[in-house]
């Protein structure tokens, strides 16, 4: 995509991306959602998006999306926006009345935390289970061996799941991660259930995720074009 490439031609062509991996994979379109990943852009940035269509948004900051979207979502009342980033236990409360789903769910304290925000809110959000799919030190996300356990501790707590999502390590071949996501929701009994999801698949992997069954991609920078 050119630099002179407008919003909406960028959502085009990412769109036209998605079908055409759904075409090889035999899904359906619907069948994937792709969130628009508008962190550090500010609202005059994102505006022409929603103006093209699009609905779908994903945040990862708390703060961050306090301060740009009540004002865009005035305008536009059927956004839906997603939490894509961690989540501090004490930010859950602000994170459940603003988002309409969570990503980044991924431990014991996270669980409980969220849990009471509902209660308090009046409102459940849908939340996936963030894996650290590639068993990195430094990333965030559940590690494989603690994935029943928590499972187990949301579904105790009433947290609607909405399926596991993962980052897979940086620079290298990604399609192995995303392969063991599928086999991780068959292990613990997510496949098949109404709430299964796998978000997936960024800017630089989203084809290959869907091939291999995301449901949600998170896409920032092939729509907005790089992070200042
Ligand atoms: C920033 C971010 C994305 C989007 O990344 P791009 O490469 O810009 O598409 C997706 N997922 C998470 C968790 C992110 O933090």
Redesign the pocket.
């Known amino acids: 995509m050119s630099k002179n490439a407008t919003p909406a031609d960028r959502l085009g062509a990412v769109n036209a991306e998605i079908a055409k991996s759904c075409k090889i994979a035999r899904r359906e379109p619907t069948d994937v959602t792709l969130?628009a990943?508008s962190?550090t852009h500010p609202a005059p940035r994102i505006a022409p998006l929603i103006a093209a269509g699009q609905r779908v948004f994903?945040e990862?900051r708390v703060q961050e999306a306090e301060g740009k979207w009540p004002a865009l979502r005035e305008e536009t009342p059927d956004v839906e926006l997603h939490l894509?980033?961690q989540l501090q236990s004490n930010k859950a409360e602000e994170a459940v009345v603003l988002f309409d789903c969570i990503?980044?769910l991924d431990r014991p304290s996270l669980v409980k935390a969220l849990a009471k925000a509902f209660d308090k809110a009046g409102r459940q959000v849908p939340c996936f289970v963030q894996v650290n799919i590639g068993d990195e030190d430094q990333k965030g996300g559940c590690g494989i061996k603690d994935l029943p356990a928590l499972l187990e501790q949301a579904r105790n707590a009433d947290i609607p799941l909405a399926g596991l999502?993962c980052?897979p390590p940086f620079g290298i071949e990604p399609a192995p991660y995303f392969a063991l996501m599928a086999k991780l929701a068959d292990d613990h009994g997510l496949a098949n259930h109404p709430l299964e999801g796998r978000s997936m698949g960024?800017?630089?992997d989203?084809p290959t995720a869907i091939m291999l069954g995301a449901t949600h991609i998170?896409?920032?920078?092939?729509?907005?074009g790089e992070?200042g």
């Not at 998170?218 to 907005?224: D, I, K, P, S, Y």
Request: glycine letters at 18%; a positive charge; charged letters at 15%.
């Open positions: 969130i990943v962190k994903g990862n894509i980033g990503h980044s999502m980052v960024m800017s630089g989203y998170r896409v920032g920078t092939a729509l907005f992070r």
